[in-house]
């Protein structure tokens, strides 16, 4: 380096006018966001805390109870009424969130909608019903979140960011995984494009919401560290194939969930009823399979996905019951049942693809998901942070190929496609996922 350029280098990196007002802006950045996140992360792992200690109990009483599956009708007519009457604005879960974040100046996210899905959700789980636990808490969480920007005088710019924080809050202290949920929050609202403005926040609630939850004695679902192959052609190729078969799951999932949904919708006019006549459907149904294997969250299959060949059936049944569950009206969540789908897919997948069992079933675990809400690298990271970070070329490939085949469909209609996956759908930049209409395949 001449003279000159150092000199140049030298007075460009100190320069009294740029140097010092760069560092205690970015430093009062920082902080000012440390602030704001770490009362999302206490409120997102207090809220998911309360939750996940309620929900254990809840599926505790169904499984030694299992009469209570019964009552689904009752239970659905319970939570449709109490949205027909206190939840209407709230009704839009997860959408409304994406669609507050993408138009951070439109109304804010009602205050009921915390304790509407909170015991919906615990209702839904306890009469037997099919669905998850991530949509109740990123919807407690980005609600709880939205109650602050008036209180500190935020702007609309400032309020896209605490939403944000609140779905990476409530993510990552639900499952466990902080880098995951501050990635999947920054990824899932734009299809094909990340606020990266919004990173820092992001990571900070995550952390925050992990820790806090973490601390109220809150565990997680332990799963194995997957040991994997030496990549080779072969395992390159059973990669691709099986990462094909989940992406065509995730759009199976998610067409076969907004069918179901509009056909209880035109079917039924009146919103309660709905999750009723479900309920009956969903009762008949668990009585004729005799057994619970295929309702709740599903979690003691998905564990037994890593170390035993289960029935080849099990990912179609969950699929079916989840979206029955779900798309009539009860509440919950998509992601944990997506995670039973991928993982029984991946474990049916065993005997045709030259890769251990355990792999397959953490591939599908997250690959399904990741094509199911479009968040493929927030997903890779979910899969390194649970099975440990040797699987990640297999993972990543998975769910990037899943992401790819799952097309423009999803399971957040309100995702806005930023950066289309392919040029033959690049007609479609800037549409709403609710918007496209597509065949399955």
């Known amino acids: 380096m001449t003279l000159f350029n150092k000199k140049l280098f030298t007075g460009a990196l100190f320069s009294k006018s740029s140097f010092p007002l760069d560092f205690l802006l970015n430093l009062k950045y920082l902080f000012r966001w440390l602030g704001l996140a770490f009362l999302v992360g206490l409120m997102a792992g207090s809220a998911s805390a309360l939750f996940l200690t309620w929900l254990d109990k809840a599926t505790l009483y169904r499984e030694t109870h299992p009469w209570i599956i019964a009552f689904l009708p009752l239970g659905g007519f319970l939570i449709g009424w109490a949205y027909h009457q206190w939840g209407r604005e709230a009704e839009g879960g997860n959408n409304l969130l994406?669609?507050?974040?993408?138009?951070?100046?439109?109304?804010?996210i009602p205050l009921v909608m915390a304790p509407l899905v909170l015991g919906a959700t615990l209702i839904t789980h306890l009469v037997g019903g099919s669905a998850g636990r991530e949509g109740t808490a990123v919807q407690m969480s980005g609600a709880l979140a939205d109650q602050l920007p008036p209180f500190f005088k935020l702007r609309p710019r400032d309020r896209k960011i605490i939403l944000i924080c609140g779905v990476s809050a409530g993510f990552a202290s639900v499952f466990g995984t902080p880098l995951a949920g501050?990635?999947?929050?920054?990824?899932?609202?734009?299809?094909?494009?990340?606020?990266?403005?919004?990173?820092?926040?992001?990571?900070?609630?995550?952390?925050?919401?992990?820790?806090?939850?973490?601390?109220?004695?809150?565990?997680?679902?332990?799963?194995?560290?997957?040991?994997?192959?030496?990549?080779?052609?072969?395992?390159?190729?059973a990669t691709l194939l099986a990462g094909i078969c989940f992406g065509m799951a995730a759009r199976l999932f998610s067409w076969a969930s907004h069918w179901i949904g509009n056909?209880?919708?035109?079917?039924?006019?009146?919103?309660?009823?709905?999750?009723?006549?479900?309920?009956?459907?969903?009762?008949?149904?668990?009585?004729?399979?005799?057994?619970?294997?295929?309702?709740?969250?599903?979690?003691?299959?998905?564990?037994?996905?890593?170390?035993?060949?289960?029935?080849?059936?099990?990912?179609?049944?969950?699929?079916?019951?989840?979206?029955l569950t779900l798309g009539c009206g009860f509440k919950g969540g998509e992601v944990t049942p997506l995670f039973f789908i991928g993982a029984t897919l991946g474990n049916a997948l065993f005997p045709w693809l030259p890769l251990p069992l355990e792999l397959l079933a953490a591939m599908g675990f997250v690959a399904v998901f990741a094509a199911a809400a479009n968040t493929p690298l927030a997903c890779t990271l979910m899969g390194m942070e649970l099975f440990g970070t040797g699987c990640g070329i297999y993972v990543g490939l998975a769910c990037v190929v899943a992401y790819l085949f799952s097309g423009h469909t999803g399971i957040y209609g309100a995702q806005v496609v930023e950066s289309s996956k392919h040029p033959l759908y690049a007609r479609e930049?800037?549409?709403?996922?609710?918007?496209?209409?597509?065949?399955?395949?």
């Open 98 to 108: 994406l669609q507050s974040i993408q138009m951070p100046s439109c109304k804010r």
């Open 263 to 323: 056909t209880f919708k035109k079917s039924i006019g009146y919103a309660p009823l709905r999750p009723l006549v479900g309920g009956a459907v969903l009762a008949m149904i668990i009585w004729g399979l005799g057994t619970t294997k295929y309702i709740g969250l599903g979690i003691p299959t998905i564990v037994a996905s890593f170390s035993e060949q289960l029935p080849s059936y099990d990912f179609l049944l969950k699929l079916a019951l989840t979206v």
């Open 182 to 237: 501050a990635v999947f929050a920054l990824e899932v609202f734009l299809l094909g494009h990340m606020r990266y403005n919004a990173l820092i926040p992001s990571f900070l609630a995550a952390l925050i919401a992990h820790t806090v939850t973490t601390a109220w004695g809150v565990g997680h679902t332990l799963y194995p560290v997957v040991e994997v192959p030496s990549l080779s052609v072969w395992t390159m190729g």
């Open 429 to 441: 930049t800037g549409s709403r996922l609710s918007g496209i209409r597509r065949r399955v395949f």
